[in-house]
Nanobody
């Protein structure tokens, strides 16, 4: 429905950095959870990093220490700083807003491509 707007994807060299941004300004209410997920060719969509409205963070083991998710509840944004990128990070990255703690209903962004060249 266009309520989550993603930006920042593109082509980057191995070892480089990319910062993704998700803006949820179209949401009428605060998201219980905002997260970045990714889907690589031939693989299932997986969690990269998420932040609850209370500030609890969760990272995939594969990105721990390299990626940092930053949520601003006032701006309704979730940024993902991605450092030390490798070709294994190549994927379509999706922003997610889970509405409540009690239901799985969520909105998803359209996705933004991140390609890491070797």
């Amino acid at each position: 429905q266009g309520r989550l707007v993603e930006s920042g994807g593109g082509l980057v060299q191995t070892g480089g950095s990319v910062r993704l941004s998700c803006e949820a300004s179209g949401m009428r209410f605060n998201c219980y959870l905002m997260g970045w997920y990714r889907q690589a060719p031939g693989k299932q969509r997986e969690l990269v990093a998420s932040v609850t409205s209370g500030g609890t963070t969760n990272y995939a083991d594969s990105v721990e220490g390299r990626f940092t998710a930053s949520r601003d509840n006032n701006k309704k944004t979730l940024d993902l700083q991605m450092n030390a990128l490798t070709p294994d990070d190549t994927a379509i990255y999706y922003c997610k807003c889970r509405f409540t703690q009690w239901r799985a209903d969520s909105d998803w962004g359209q996705g933004t491509q991140v390609t890491v060249s070797s």
